[in-house]
């Protein structure tokens, strides 16, 4: 029985199948299946009992998203594959896309036809030019196939297929902000509820789901629900595609199943640590996440296990902190990307990141002061969610307070390295 | 309505509103900075956080924002909970990371919500020890100061200029820290209403410029309540002065009228009360008299002689009440044109005699359709065509209330609604800014846009008579207008006297009493042409040719003109013929111009800021407005010198009167029309606790010292007889009744932001009902005719053109057209021309066009526009260089060839 099911299409080369090399392997099947068997209610109550949970980072249950679509709302209705992978450390989605177009093109399919979408965008990060090619080569594939259009497979579903580049925002992979982009608006996200399923892209009923989340559906339509779920090592069903990046031997991709630990992520599949060089901590689920220490390699890399280990699995890319590299100088990075990307409109994220990001410059540089840490602190519990408009700014906190919690020494080095200058900088 | 507990308190309180309007109502200081009453929540700033609890045992509750989340029953919230307390504190600590020092040296400083709110929250020791973020400038025309660095984002601007006001040229560029509030490059704002920038903006973005040029602030000013004087739609206003000049012109909130907005002609419009042509001495023949002079010269003679007077439509009921009275009734006219004057009276007969009612400019906004008959009120009556643009949002508004977005979920709601917007058909001769708005644009001549408006009527009621032969594609406009009227629950019909047509007026009036059969709560709005026509018109008084008969005639030798230049209503040979007829020409204004140069006695006349008045508005409200500071000089309200001469010259009538509340007694119990005018406000002899209303904030400063280069002794501060305002800074400081607020403050709240504490409910009517008292309601019983007379189809003429008169905001008004500001917007005089024409008569733009109009010759440059119907010109109202004419009227076009020949009529030298 098929164990990798994402990467089951996927050549040794990277060069994604064409659709008749891919129907061959067993493509497209979800869709006749779907389309000519079940009803969009059955599709529905089939991901949903097979416990999908998206893959974008917030682990909710697919199935339960596309429950509050309005079926009978009338049309148009979208469906958006979210391929804004803009995350620092994260690069699940850009193997897919690239290399397995018709895959997602067969899950979007599917998922339309289950919320009765009748139109669907590819939203693709602006820099994924391979993937686009691979996209727009594949919707065209797909149209000329029948699979995409009017009258699919001759059953009176329609539904036509749009491939939109993004401006290179990574605020537009926040779901609503990306709704507002699409609309030719500033990537400012919007305030929910209303969710998007009520007043979407347009104003209209709309599900934007994870690119590996649609990739999950062909699977779980053809092979079922019960399939699916037996897949993984822990109740979170399915497969992942984990990754490792940082100062690991191979770093890379590895579709695993659901519950991998992140010991054996780390040491088997990305090859240790390079040489002299030490594991310190890691960042589980891409660069918005707590880090987790020596202690929790053990953890299994699924949604309820990482969290109780005080993370989130997030997107299941990992990136790994060695003891030669500066705490401090990582986290900065990591706050001068989140500082760049705020949209600007809600004032914890505008005013405080950049804040954040020059005391950690300042300790850098060497005017590092006695009450920067408990400023640090302070801004860690008050850009959590909630308080902010949407989750980047709490995103971007995970990885400084548990740096602060498990590395608070190095914050303190730099002060106290530094002490002389206390005072005098004005 | 719902019971909530906050802070361990339990309210009463209505549902459907969000938490920060319900804690706001309820006086709780609050601070927001995103939110605005008018605009709605976004959640923007964060500013407003409470504490939420989820039910009686939750001990921890959750952060909030109170202005995004809605009202539930028994809810228990906490404002002063520590927690969110501190949030409330450090939101102020980081807008302050980036924002300058320069309180000092800031417009806003004084009146500055940011300042307010800082305050409120306690934040007051700076630990962000970095740079700041800077921005560059720009220009952005007469009005609006932009400083960008003291931006704190909270986006108010763009959503009130774009998404309130329908404006383009105003939007947010860049991202992270540092997001930019702007143009897309120095120039002029092109929005009508770009001016409540100054008062949207929480901090000193956006200011006055204007009032930069006689900067004061707002704790110095003197301040009264007024009435903005530069359409018929009569917004309230704030007029504030010092040193003798008026410095600034601010909204006064009106829960019925302006609400919380201000157009530009009215906000920037004051400035012609300090411009250098002023009228500031009385004079007889060519010199300067004192006030004895005056009246050693102008009282004999005046016992003698045979008076008429004419009155007008820009002077207040009591002006023209006391002009009426002086030269008696029957020797009163309207200082308007003859049409003018037919159209204004039409306008009452059809407000009394018909069924349908005036609603409100704010419950316009409510209206679910809207039909525009012939108007073009962006420039007309600005204040009504930004009611107009939230109009449209009422049907959309209907598929967010289906999926419960409440009415301030306002990015919600126009997320859902994107582009749909609800019916409204503009019809007008030309473009017109609502047009893209409309679901519908009809230009045409005013005929057919009668023609139209009958054709709607018959629909809604085939015993209207129907305009026959309509073109299919009008005859189908006008089965979807009439259908859509039908459909709506509070349908609206706006005309008015500016497109000078008595035809589309009546066919206006047959729509709204065609649908008003069908829907109760249709409403009729007709505007009209300056702030007091329709109160003038309800006064009574004869048209303006009869006084140059009068004349003429030999029944009379000697004219009172009073704030009115006959130029800009007659034409100009007969008004020459008609002055130098007359034995004597004494005219009351303020300002130079042609009809002054013609008098033989001038006689210096207060303008609305050193006069008390009242005025009536399109909707019949009587709304007063107060003296906002003792003239300099001679100069006096144009009622009080008509009473000094009445009295001087033993007038019956006025032998009694003695100061303005006489005056408005007198005109209640006489004027049938104007009865109640009385309860437009408190009488003089009101007071609260014994104390008169303070025009000064307590804060005002320099009183001891102010005239020290005059006497080292404090002056007297002036007596106020006609009201019950003082003009100190003792006196009441609290709440007076609404017609009476010099100035929003309140303890904690110096910014204008403090009109919430004014209001009955956050952004609903001011506390004991909102100013002014309506005169004019329709019959509720008995039955009126329709208006018959379909007009025939209009028909080009060959070598004519059917010229009418186009309006600018900025220009056609007559006062405000002085300010400096203003004249930098006015547009050059022109001749608007559909290209067909322009071929036919072989003229190009930029070309001259000469004409004639009732025998007399004009010569205009030429525009184009191909929006115009072939067969029409269009002559700007009212613009310096292009002189009357008795529009609309046929023009008898002289090719170009001739013109050499004609004798040059038109003072449009800067083309000619």
New interface residues.
């Given amino acids: 029985m098929l164990e990798k099911p994402l990467t089951s299409h996927i050549r040794a080369d990277g060069v994604p199948l064409t659709l008749r090399e891919y129907e061959l392997q067993g493509g497209y099947q979800s869709v006749r299946k779907a389309l000519l068997n079940m009803t969009p209610q059955a599709v529905q109550a089939e991901v949903k009992t097979s416990n999908l949970r998206g893959r974008g980072g917030a682990g909710f249950n697919t199935g339960l998203k596309w429950s509050f679509v309005p079926l009978d709302a009338p049309k148009p209705k979208y469906l958006i594959a979210n391929a804004d992978e803009m995350e620092p450390g994260t690069f699940k989605d850009r193997l897919l896309l690239e290399s397995a177009p018709h895959q997602l093109i067969e899950g979007m399919i599917v998922s339309a036809y289950a919320l009765q979408a009748d139109t669907g965008f590819v939203f693709l990060r602006w820099a994924y030019h391979t993937a686009a090619k691979a996209i727009n080569i594949a919707i065209a594939q797909a149209y000329q196939a029948g699979y995409l259009g009017q009258n699919i497979l001759g059953t009176g579903f329609n539904l036509e297929m749009h491939l939109h580049t993004g401006a290179g925002r990574y605020m537009c992979g926040e779901e609503t902000a990306l709704l507002n982009s699409l609309e030719g608006k500033r990537a400012t996200p919007r305030a929910k509820p209303p969710f998007p399923q009520v007043s979407g892209l347009f104003g209209r009923p709309t599900i934007v789901n994870n690119v590996e989340t649609l990739c999950c559906i062909p699977h779980i339509i053809t092979h079922g629900a019960e399939w699916f779920q037996k897949l993984s090592l822990t109740a979170d069903a399915g497969t992942k595609i984990y990754g490792v990046s940082g100062k690991v031997r191979k770093p890379g991709l590895w579709e695993l199943p659901m519950g991998t630990t992140l010991r054996e992520l780390i040491e088997e599949h990305a090859g240790g640590m390079q040489d002299g060089l030490s594991f310190r901590g890691a960042l589980p689920g891409g660069a918005s996440t707590d880090f987790l220490v020596r202690d929790h390699l053990d953890v299994r890399m699924d949604y309820p296990s990482v969290a109780a280990a005080g993370s989130r699995l997030g997107t299941g890319t990992v990136i790994v902190l060695d003891d030669k590299t500066s705490v401090v100088g990582f986290v900065r990075n990591l706050i001068h990307f989140f500082a760049q990307e705020s949209c600007g409109f809600c004032t914890p994220c505008r005013e405080g990141l950049p804040w954040i990001e020059k005391i950690l410059q300042a300790m850098q540089s060497g005017d590092g002061r006695k009450e920067d840490i408990p400023m640090l602190e302070l801004h860690t519990r008050l850009l959590g969610p909630g308080n902010t408009f949407c989750a980047l700014a709490p995103g971007a906190m995970e990885p400084l307070q548990s740096a602060l919690k498990y590395f608070r020494e190095d914050f303190e080095a730099y002060i106290r390295e530094h002490a002389s200058l206390e005072h005098i900088t004005v | 309505m719902a019971t909530i507990i906050i802070d361990g308190k339990t309210y009463e309180i209505p549902t459907g509103k969000n938490l920060l309007e319900t804690c706001l109502t309820l006086g709780f200081d609050l601070p927001y900075f995103c939110w605005h009453p008018a605009l709605g929540s976004?959640?923007?700033?964060?500013?407003c956080?409470v504490k939420v609890y989820k039910d009686e045992n939750d001990t921890r509750g959750?952060?909030?924002m109170s202005c995004?989340e809605a009202v539930a029953p028994n809810q228990r919230i906490s404002v002063s909970d520590p927690e969110a307390r501190a949030?409330r504190e450090?939101?102020i600590e980081?807008?302050m990371?980036?924002h300058p020092h320069d309180c000092a040296v800031c417009d806003e400083g004084g009146s500055c919500h940011l300042q307010d709110m800082t305050v409120m929250t306690g934040h007051d020791y700076r630990?962000?020890?970095?740079k700041k973020r800077t921005h560059q400038n720009q220009y952005l025309g007469p009005f609006i100061n932009h400083e960008m660095n003291r931006c704190?984002?909270c986006?108010r601007c763009v959503r009130f200029y774009k998404d309130y006001a329908g404006g383009h040229d105003l939007d947010?560029y860049?991202?992270?820290?540092?997001?930019y509030f702007g143009r897309e490059e120095d120039g002029i704002l092109e929005s009508e209403f770009s001016g409540n920038l100054a008062e949207v903006c929480p901090t000193g973005v956006f200011t006055d410029k204007t009032l930069k040029e006689h900067y004061t602030r707002k704790w110095d000013l003197t301040m009264s309540p007024s009435i903005c004087q530069h359409c018929s739609i009569g917004c309230n206003t704030i007029a504030g002065e010092r040193y003798g000049t008026l410095r600034m012109i601010a909204n006064r909130f009106h829960g019925k009228v302006n609400g919380y907005f201000l157009c530009d002609r009215g906000r920037f419009g004051y400035e012609f009360v300090n411009a250098a042509t002023r009228i500031r001495q009385a004079s007889a023949g060519e010199a300067v008299v004192s006030l004895d002079q005056l009246f050693h010269h102008l009282i004999p003679a005046l016992k003698q002689a045979k008076m008429i007077g004419i009155g007008s439509p820009r002077a207040s009921l009591q002006s023209n009440f006391a002009l009426k009275a002086l030269v008696g009734g029957d020797n009163f006219y309207h200082g308007v044109s003859d049409n003018e004057h037919d159209l204004a009276e039409l306008a009452i007969r059809i407000l009394r005699e018909g069924s349908v009612r005036t609603p409100s400019t704010r419950e316009v906004e409510q209206a679910d359709a809207v039909l525009i008959l012939g108007e073009d009120i962006t420039n007309t009556a600005p204040i009504l065509a930004l009611a107009v643009r939230q109009a449209v949002r009422q049907q959309p508004g209907n598929?967010a209330d289906a999926?419960?977005?409440p009415v301030w979920?306002d990015?919600?709601r126009r997320?859902?609604?994107?582009q749909?917007k609800g019916p409204l058909f503009v019809t007008s001769v030309h473009t017109t800014k609502l047009d893209e708005v409309a679901r519908d644009v009809y230009h045409a001549a005013p005929d057919d846009i009668a023609r139209l408006g009958f054709a709607i009527a018959h629909r809604l009621d085939p015993t209207v008579p129907d305009a026959t032969d309509l073109p299919e594609a009008v005859a189908l406009l006008a089965d979807r207008i009439a259908q859509a009227l039908s459909a709506a629950a509070r349908p609206v019909i706006i005309s008015g006297a500016c497109c000078e047509s008595g035809c589309v007026m009546k066919a206006a009036a047959n729509v709204a009493w065609a649908l008003q059969k069908k829907n109760p709560a249709t409403g009729l709005v007709l505007t009209m042409l300056e702030c007091n026509s329709l109160g003038l018109a309800m006064m009574g008084g004869h048209r303006l040719h009869a006084a140059f008969n009068a004349v003429m005639n030999g029944h009379a030798d000697t004219v009172i003109v009073m704030e009115n230049d006959l130029y800009r209503h007659g034409k100009a040979d007969e008004v020459d013929a008609f002055l130098s007829k007359c034995r004597r020409v004494i005219v009351l204004d303020h300002l130079l111009h042609k009809t002054v140069s013609k008098a033989n006695v001038i006689i210096p006349a207060g303008t609305f800021a050193e006069s008390d008045g009242t005025l009536v508005n399109n909707e019949g409200r009587a709304q007063r407005f107060f003296q906002a500071y003792e003239p300099t000089d001679i100069i006096r309200e144009s009622w009080r010198w008509l009473l000094t001469l009445g009295q001087q010259i033993e007038n019956n009538r006025m032998a009694t009167w003695r100061n303005f509340e006489d005056v408005t007694l007198a005109m209640d119990r006489d004027e049938p029309l104007l009865h109640g005018v009385m309860a437009a406000s408190p009488p003089s002899q009101f007071r609260i606790a014994g104390q008169r209303i303070a025009r000064e904030t307590h804060r005002y400063s320099g009183r001891t010292s102010q005239q020290a280069n005059i006497n080292v002794s404090e002056s007297k501060p002036p007596e106020d007889p006609d009201s019950p305002l003082s003009y100190t800074m003792e006196g009441f400081h609290g709440q007076p009744p609404s017609s009476l607020i010099p100035y929003f403050w309140a303890p904690g709240w110096n910014s204008v932001q403090s009109v919430n504490k004014y209001q009955s409910e956050v952004g609903g009517s001011l506390r004991d009902n909102d100013p002014g008292v309506r005169l004019l309601e329709p019959k509720t019983e008995g039955t009126h005719a329709y208006f018959v007379g379909v007009p025939e189809r209009f028909r080009p003429l060959e070598d004519h053109l059917w010229v009418v008169s186009l309006h600018h905001i900025f220009g056609s008004e007559e006062l405000s057209a002085h300010a400096p500001s203003i004249a930098q917007r006015i547009p050059q005089a022109y001749i608007l021309l559909h290209p067909a024409d322009a071929a036919a008569l072989a003229v190009e733009t930029g070309g001259v066009l000469a004409f004639t109009i009732d025998s007399r010759s004009y010569r205009l440059p030429v525009k184009l526009s191909e929006a115009l119907p072939v067969g029409i010109a269009g002559m700007p109202y009212g613009i310096e260089g292009v002189p009357y004419a008795d529009l609309p009227e046929w023009a008898i076009v002289q090719r170009t060839s001739q013109r050499q020949n004609l004798n040059d009529h038109s003072y449009a030298k800067r083309h000619a």
């Fill in positions: 976004v959640g923007a700033c964060r500013q956080a959750r952060l909030a995004m949030f450090q939101v980081w807008l990371t980036n630990r962000f020890r970095f704190i984002q986006y947010v860049a991202s992270k820290s540092n997001v598929a999926v419960n977005i979920h990015a919600a997320e859902l609604a994107q749909d």
